[in-house]
C-alpha cells in the first residue's frame, strides 16, 4: 500500500482495509496487475512530483453488475502530465488492466499504453509508446534509439497475428502485441516489459522541451484529441466493459474516465477525423473496423522502418 494511494482518496478512510483483504484473496488467482499500477507509480514519484487528479475523487473503485467484478481506478497528474491513469479490473474469470500516460499539449512525447486482458485460456497484451505524430522526424526522435526495448521481448512476444487494421497508426514501431496462454515465466517477463516500457516513458517526460510555438502546441492537442476520439469510440474493451457495469456507467468512465479530455481537448467530432465510418443517415457506424482485419506479421522491421 503505497502513500500514493491513501493520499489520492482522503474520503475512503477504508482504503488500506479494502486492499490488502483483497491482496490476500488474489493469492488464489494467478494473475494481478495491481502491482504494476503501484510499481509504476513508485517509479513516477522518484523522477517526479505527483499529485492526485481531481477524476480520483469521483473515480476510485466499482463493483460489476454481478456485484462480484471489481474495477479500480488509479488517477494522478503532475505538472507536464495532463493524466495517468490506469483501471483494474478483476473477477475470479478475468483480469484487465489498462494504463495510460497523457501530456500537456506543450510537449508531443509519446502516449504510454499498457492494455492487458487475461482470461482462464488467453492472454491479449498491447504495450507502446503510441506515437502522437507519423512523421520521419518524430519517429527518429523518440523511437530509433530505444528499438533495443522491444527487440529484447521480440521472441517471448511474438507479433499477435491479424489485428483491427485501423489501430496500427496508433502503434509505434516499438509495440508489443502479443497473445498468449497464461504462464508464471510469461506474466513474470510481461511485468518486467511493462516496467521497462514505463521506464522509457518517464525518460521521454522527464527530458521532454516545452513546445513554444502556439501551432505546435495545437498540432499536439489535436493529435491526443484525435486519438482519444477514436479510443473512447472503438476501443475492443467496450464491449467487455458495457457487460460488466451497463451501457450508461461504461461510456461515463470511457469519456470521463479512461479517455478524459475527449470533450475538452478539441471540438471536432468522430466523424470529422474518420469520415469513411459515416453511415447514410449521418451517424457513426457501429463496425469496429471499416477495413477490416490486416497485418498477420510485424509491419516494422528491427530497426522500425515500416515495412507494412
Ligand atoms: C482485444 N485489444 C484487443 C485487440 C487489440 C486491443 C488490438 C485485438 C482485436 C483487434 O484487432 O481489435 C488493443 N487496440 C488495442 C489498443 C489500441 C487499439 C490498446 O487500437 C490503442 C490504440 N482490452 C482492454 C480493456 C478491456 C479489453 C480495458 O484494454 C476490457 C475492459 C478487452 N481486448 C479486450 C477483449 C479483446 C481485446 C475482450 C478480445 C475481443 C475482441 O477482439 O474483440
Redesign the pocket.
Known amino acids: 500500500n503505497h502513500p500514493l494511494l491513501i493520499s489520492a482518496s482522503p474520503t475512503n478512510t477504508n482504503n488500506t482495509l479494502t486492499r490488502t483483504s483483497k491482496r490476500f484473496s488474489l493469492r488464489v488467482s494467478a494473475v494481478s496487475y495491481k502491482k504494476f499500477a503501484d510499481s509504476a507509480l513508485q517509479e513516477t514519484s522518484k523522477r517526479l512530483l505527483l499529485e492526485p487528479s481531481p477524476l480520483q475523487e469521483k473515480y476510485s473503485s466499482m463493483t460489476g453488475l454481478d456485484g462480484k467484478t471489481q474495477l479500480e481506478m488509479l488517477a494522478f497528474k503532475s505538472s507536464r502530465i495532463r493524466l495517468l491513469r490506469s ?1 483494474a ?1 478483476e473477477s475470479e474469470t478475468m483480469q ?3 494504463c495510460a500516460g497523457f501530456m500537456e499539449p506543450q510537449f508531443d512525447t509519446p502516449i504510454f ?1 499498457a ?3 487475461t482470461s482462464a485460456n488467453i492472454n ?1 497484451v ?1 504495450l ?1 509508446l ?1 506515437p502522437l505524430h507519423q512523421l520521419t522526424d518524430y519517429q527518429d526522435k523518440y523511437y530509433k534509439n530505444i528499438m533495443s526495448i522491444y527487440q529484447k521481448y521480440a521472441e517471448i512476444f511474438p507479433w ?1 497475428g ?3 487494421g ?2 496500427i497508426k ?2 509505434s514501431p516499438l509495440v508489443m ?1 502479443t497473445r498468449f496462454s497464461s504462464s508464471q515465466e510469461k506474466h513474470e517477463a510481461l511485468f518486467s516489459a511493462f516496467l521497462e516500457y514505463y521506464q522509457a516513458w518517464l525518460e521521454m517526460t522527464v527530458q521532454a522541451t516545452e513546445e513554444m510555438d502556439p501551432s505546435q502546441v495545437r498540432d499536439n492537442c489535436e493529435a491526443q484529441h484525435k ?1 482519444l476520439t ?2 473512447a469510440q ?8 458495457r457487460k ?1 457495469v451497463g451501457e450508461a456507467k461504461a461510456k461515463e468512465v470511457l469519456r470521463d474516465f ?1 479517455f478524459n479530455g475527449v470533450n475538452e481537448l478539441g471540438t471536432k467530432t468522430f466523424i470529422d477525423y474518420f469520415p469513411e465510418y459515416q453511415t447514410e443517415d449521418g451517424t457513426v457506424s457501429d463496425k ?2 471499416i477495413v477490416g ?1 490486416s497485418f498477420e506479421t510485424r509491419p516494422w522491421d528491427s530497426k522500425g522502418q515500416f515495412i507494412g
Open positions: 483501471m479490473i484487465v488492466f489498462d499504453c492494455n492487458f486482458f491479449i498491447v507502446d503510441n499477435g491479424k489485428l483491427t485501423e489501430s496508433f502503434f502485441w486519438y477514436w479510443r472503438k476501443d475492443p474493451g467496450h464491449g467487455l466493459l460488466l479512461l469496429r473496423s482485419k
